[in-house]
C-alpha cells in the first residue's frame, strides 16, 4: 500500500491500524518496507560486452538487457579506479581509494585488511537502519589472517609486501594459521554473512570462507595454470589451495549462495542489502560445457555469457521471493575488461566499445563501465541517463534513500543518485568531479565533457604505458569526450586554462581530504 509522509489513522470496528512511513525523498511515496537492495558487481567486464550497451558485441547478454530493459541504463558511469581492490574500497567506503592506505596498487591474497575498524561501509550504514546485510563472492580487500607466534615479530619490509604507509599488500603463506580464524573480514565490517573468495580467482589462497570461517584449509598446491596466455585463458597463479576447489565451480557457488540468501530473508518485515561481487569474467576464463562456444568471442565471451546466466538465475530468485517489485537491483562492473588489441583483432569484438584502452588504464576502457539499476514502478522502465556518475556513490544513494544524514567522516566521496533514479533531476546535485585512477596512479579529473590525465601514456596495461614527453611536448592529456569520445585528439596544449582549472579542482580535492 502505498501512503504519503503524511498518513491517516484509520479507525473504525477493525483494530487500530498504524501504517508505517519510509520516506525517501520530498513527496516521494515509498512502500511500508524499505526496499530491498541488491548489488551485482561484475569482475572486469567491459562496456562493450554487454549487447544493450553495444550492439556490435559478438557476446549476447539477454538477462543482462532484460534488466536494462526494465530499468535505467547509465551510458557514463565509471570505476573510481581502473583495477579491483580500490573500486571495490570504493563502493562500499563512499570514499576514493587513494585517501586510503592504499593509494596504489591492489592487495594480493594474504594482505591485511584495508578497511578501518571504525570506517562505516554501506553495509554498516545499511544494518544500523534496519536492513539485514550479506556479501556473497570476491572479497579482495584484505583478510587479517592469524600470523603464527614465530613471525608476528619478523615481518618487515624486507620479506613482506608492505607499502610506505605500512599496509601489508602480500606476506609469506607460510608465516600463516589457517587453522584459527581470521581476526579481519566482512563480518568487522558491517554484514551479518559472508561467504567469500579472499582475492581473485588466478591469485592464491584458493578456498572459501563462510562467516569470516574457512570451510576447507589450503593446504594443498597448485603450479598454476595457463601460465604463458599473458594472462589470459584459464590463467591462474602456482599456490596455496583447498581440496575440492574446483574453478569452473567458483561463479556457480556464488550464485547458488546468493539465491539461497535471497529466498531465506524475503518475505520479513527486515528489508536486506546483498552485495554480489562476481569474480567472473576475471581469469581464470572457465565457462562450463554448456556454455562453451556460444559466443564469437571464444572463452571470455563464453564465460561472459555464463556469467549473464548467473545474473538470471539471480533475478529469478528475486521473482521466485515475491518482493521483486519492493527490490532494488544494481548491475555493475569493477573496472574495464582486460582485452587486449590482439584479440579484438582475432574476433572482432570490441569489449570496451568505442572507448580506447582496457583494465588498468587511465582512458575510457579502463573505468567506463556498464550500470543498471532496476526498481519496479520507482525507476523508469528503459530509461537512458547520460549523467557521470561514479561508483562511490552507492552510499549517499542509500542514506537519501532512507532519509538519512551521513556523518562528516562518512563517504565523504560519496554522491547521491537517488534524484536521477525516481525522476528528480532537478534535485539532483552533481559532485564538481570526478576523480579516477589508472592501476600505475595516473590521476583522471572529470567535470562535464572534459577530461584531463595528469600525465602521459595509459598508466595501465595498454602500450604506451608511460610516456616521457619531449621538450615542447603536452606534460599531460586533454580531451573533449562528447567531440572525442576515442581520445584521440589531445587538447592539453590548446586549452590550457582548462587544464588548470582541473587540476586545480584535484588539488582541493586531495587538500581537502573529501569531494562532497
Not at 94 to 110: A, D, E, I, T
Amino acid at each position: 500500500m502505498k501512503i504519503k509522509k503524511n498518513f491517516l489513522l484509520i479507525v473504525g470496528i477493525l483494530p487500530v491500524l498504524l501504517i508505517g512511513i519510509f520516506s525517501c525523498g520530498v513527496d516521494n511515496n515509498i512502500e511500508t518496507k524499505p526496499p530491498n537492495i541488491i548489488y551485482i558487481l561484475a569482475d572486469d567486464l567491459g562496456y562493450g560486452d554487454v549487447s544493450s550497451f553495444n550492439h556490435q558485441s559478438k557476446i549476447q547478454t539477454p538477462f543482462i538487457d532484460g534488466l536494462a530493459s526494465a530499468g535505467m541504463r547509465f551510458t557514463d558511469a565509471h570505476s573510481p579506479s581502473a583495477v579491483c581492490t580500490p573500486t571495490r574500497y570504493g563502493i562500499l567506503t563512499g570514499q576514493y581509494c587513494w585517501r586510503s592506505k592504499l593509494p596504489l596498487g591492489v592487495l594480493n591474497g594474504y594482505g591485511r585488511s584495508l578497511i578501518e575498524k571504525e570506517q562505516t561501509t554501506v553495509a554498516s550504514f545499511l544494518k544500523r537502519n534496519g536492513y539485514k546485510t550479506g556479501v556473497v563472492g570476491k572479497w579482495h580487500l584484505g583478510v587479517d589472517w592469524v600470523i603464527k607466534n614465530e613471525f608476528k615479530d619478523s615481518i618487515n619490509n624486507t620479506n613482506a609486501n608492505i607499502n610506505e604507509q605500512g599496509m601489508i599488500k602480500n606476506m609469506n603463506s607460510d608465516w600463516l594459521d589457517f587453522y584459527q580464524k581470521p581476526t579481519d573480514g566482512p563480518l568487522d565490517h558491517g554484514f551479518d554473512y559472508s561467504f567469500i573468495l579472499p582475492a581473485s580467482l588466478d591469485m592464491e589462497p584458493y578456498c572459501y570462507l563462510e562467516n569470516d570461517v574457512l570451510t576447507a584449509i589450503p593446504d594443498e598446491y597448485t603450479p598454476g595454470n595457463d601460465l604463458e596466455t599473458g594472462f589470459t585463458g584459464a590463467f591462474w597463479r602456482k599456490g596455496r589451495i583447498a581440496n575440492g576447489f574446483k574453478f569452473e565451480e567458483v561463479l556457480p557457488t556464488f550464485t547458488q549462495k546468493a539465491e539461497k540468501f535471497i529466498i531465506e530473508n524475503s518475505g520479513s518485515n527486515e528489508p536486506f542489502f546483498l552485495y554480489v561481487p562476481f569474480a567472473a569474467p576475471h581469469t581464470p576464463w572457465v565457462p562450463k560445457d554448456e556454455f562453451k562456444g556460444l559466443s564469437e568471442a571464444g572463452q571470455y565471451g563464453d564465460f561472459v555469457q555464463m556469467v549473464d546466466n548467473a545474473v538470471g538465475k539471480i533475478l529469478n530468485a528475486i521473482d521466485e521471493s515475491g518482493e521483486a517489485d519492493n527490490t532494488i537491483v544494481i548491475f555493475t562492473s569493477d573496472n574495464g575488461p582486460f582485452w587486449r588489441p590482439d584479440y579484438i583483432e582475432k574476433f572482432n569484438h570490441r569489449a570496451a566499445s568505442k572507448f580506447r584502452g582496457m583494465k588498468a588504464d587511465a582512458w575510457e576502457g579502463g573505468h567506463r563501465i556498464p550500470f543498471i539499476v532496476r526498481w519496479p514502478g520507482k525507476v523508469e522502465a528503459g530509461a537512458i541517463n547520460d549523467e557521470t556518475i561514479t561508483h562511490t556513490n552507492l552510499l549517499a544513494t542509500c542514506a537519501e534513500l532512507l532519509n538519512v544524514e551521513l556523518n562528516e567522516n562518512e563517504g565523504e566521496d560519496s554522491h547521491s543518485i537517488f534524484p536521477l533514479l525516481i525522476g528528480n533531476t532537478e534535485d539532483y546535485l552533481a559532485p564538481e568531479a570526478l576523480i579516477q585512477q589508472s592501476s600505475k596512479g595516473l590521476f583522471v579529473v572529470r567535470k562535464g565533457d572534459w577530461k584531463l590525465i595528469v600525465g602521459r601514456g595509459s598508466g595501465g596495461f595498454s602500450e604506451p604505458r608511460n610516456y616521457k614527453p619531449a621538450e615542447g611536448e603536452a606534460l599531460g592529456q586533454l580531451y573533449n569526450l562528447i567531440d572525442d569520445p576515442s581520445e584521440t585528439n589531445n587538447l592539453y596544449l590548446q586549452q590550457p586554462e582548462k587544464v588548470e582549472q582541473l587540476n586545480a579542482i584535484l588539488q582541493k580535492f586531495k587538500v581537502s581530504g573529501n569531494s562532497r
